[in-house]
């Protein structure tokens, strides 16, 4: 069962305009949310992340929305740029389960110029 | 520079062989953590370590064996035993500061000949 998930397993954009990437979860106990981005043939990099006592992080061309009664995430990239495309996967954590991650399945981003 | 290295960067196993993947990290990190990624799927946790001598097994222990006699080092085999191994295998570490943003290597590629 996956407790995290991106469903959408690949999105195309313009460059200039936003992307939006979308994640959902099922464990309610999860306390804080991570994105990462990563480029074909290397480890991924961290991006942006969430506390669950927040519904919005901000961070340059990336924001990051969390509505918890839906259990519901999404990353806003505003604008995007050709530089942005990459695969991207949300991430989750509980505060009683040391550092272990559970990942989503990550979305391929195409920002086209 | 301080930083994680995975090696080999590519790396073939033989039928009823075994391999081991290095890693290496000079960031003075406790918890280290070996992850695998299959194709359109997200990164799944073989083992990982929080501190020297002591690890535990994470979602998808089997056919895998890790050690952690180093800090900096926390090697992980793929036993005989590990009937699909062909996969990318990344390594991560943090600490208690930032416990919830994990710092990857780039990754080794496995393949099965």
């Known amino acids: 069962d996956q407790q995290v998930k991106q469903n959408s397993p690949s999105l195309s954009v313009q460059e200039g305009r936003i992307s939006i990437l979308n994640c959902d979860y099922t464990?309610?106990?999860?306390?804080?949310f991570l994105w990462y981005k990563k480029y074909p043939a290397e480890g991924p990099t961290f991006l942006i992340s969430?506390?669950?006592?927040?519904d919005k992080n901000e961070d340059g061309r990336f924001t990051v929305f969390l509505n918890k009664s839906a259990k519901h995430l999404s990353l806003h990239i505003v604008p995007s740029q050709p530089g942005d495309s990459a695969v991207y996967f949300c991430?989750?954590?509980?505060?009683?389960?040391?550092?272990?991650?559970?990942f989503g399945g990550g979305t391929r981003l195409m920002v086209k110029p | 520079d301080g930083g994680i290295t995975q090696s080999p960067k590519y790396l073939f196993r033989k039928e009823g062989q075994n391999v081991t993947l290095s890693c290496e990290q000079n960031?003075?990190?406790?918890?280290m953590y070996w992850y695998r990624q299959d194709p359109g799927q997200g990164l799944r946790l073989i083992y990982y370590?929080?501190?020297?001598?002591?690890?535990q097994k994470g979602d998808i222990a089997e056919g895998y064996s890790v050690s952690r006699e180093k800090k900096e080092s926390f090697p992980l085999t793929v036993t005989s035993a590990q009937k699909n191994p062909t996969a990318f295998y990344l390594c991560?570490?943090?600490?208690?500061?930032?416990?919830?943003?994990?710092?990857f290597g780039s990754g080794t590629q496995l393949s099965v000949l």
């Open positions: 991560a570490s943090s600490d208690d500061r930032h416990n919830e943003k994990l710092f």
């Open positions: 464990n309610s106990m999860f306390d804080y």
């Open positions: 969430i506390s669950s006592i927040k």
């Open positions: 991430a989750a954590g509980a505060n009683n389960a040391g550092n272990m991650l559970t």
């Open positions: 960031l003075n990190h406790d918890a």
């Open positions: 370590s929080q501190i020297v001598n002591d690890f």
